[in-house]
């Protein structure tokens, strides 16, 4: 549903055309032609494996770097179907603790970015990623959210949501973050081998 505006029409005509294949065939065939960009996900222990199996969907349909898990993973068998068959198309790195996952972060110079509705967070319509070095989008716990230790190390953000509701499912959140991000990647015309200038 959400397209890369680069990529929308190529894409298209060519899913057309291969839906009689299987999707794993779909995948390899679209695999050679992706774009990977410097942006990961992180989830912290989800309740329902639903939500961490719309996850992977939504690294391997993004082109997200990898997937960070803080806490237990599932068996691939539990999460495969979940994930629209996809499990096998995205990285997924395992974290103990938050602790363990910051440590991992700072090694790395990655710069975090967490959806949450708490103080000091802004609008993502109004947050300006910036690609000088890889950003992490972190979504929380269904019921306890992103941990303190790690919104103590992010930028925050939330999603504006004008209607009744307030809050967005965790995996719905993590979709919005991402086609955001790499939205405004594409504007700044950054490339998946490696960042102009400006990125």
């Not at 055309?17 to 942006?39: F, G, L, V």
């Amino acid at each position: 549903m959400f397209l890369p505006m680069k990529k929308k029409s190529n894409y298209i005509g060519r899913m057309v055309a291969n839906r009689d294949k299987t999707r794993r065939e779909r995948y390899d065939d679209k695999k050679r032609n992706t774009d990977t960009y410097p942006i990961s996900l992180c989830c912290v222990n989800f309740q329902h494996d639903g939500n961490l199996g719309f996850l992977i969907r939504s690294a391997a349909c993004f082109g997200a770097k990898f997937l960070h898990v803080i806490g237990t993973v599932p068996p691939r068998n539990s999460l495969n179907s979940l994930s629209g068959s996809l499990y096998d198309y995205v990285k997924i790195i395992q974290h103990s603790t938050p602790t363990a996952f910051l440590s991992y972060i700072n090694s790395n110079k990655i710069k975090l970015i967490s959806a949450e509705i708490c103080e000091g967070s802004i609008p993502i319509d109004t947050y300006n990623f910036n690609y000088n070095s890889d950003v992490c989008l972190v979504v929380g716990n269904e019921s306890s959210g992103v941990p303190i230790e790690i919104l103590l190390n992010s930028d925050k953000i939330y999603i504006p949501m004008p209607g009744v509701g307030f809050c967005l499912n965790t995996s719905q959140t993590a979709n919005i973050l991402l086609y955001e991000a790499v939205k405004q990647y594409d504007i700044m015309g950054c490339s998946s081998n490696g960042r102009t200038s400006d990125c």
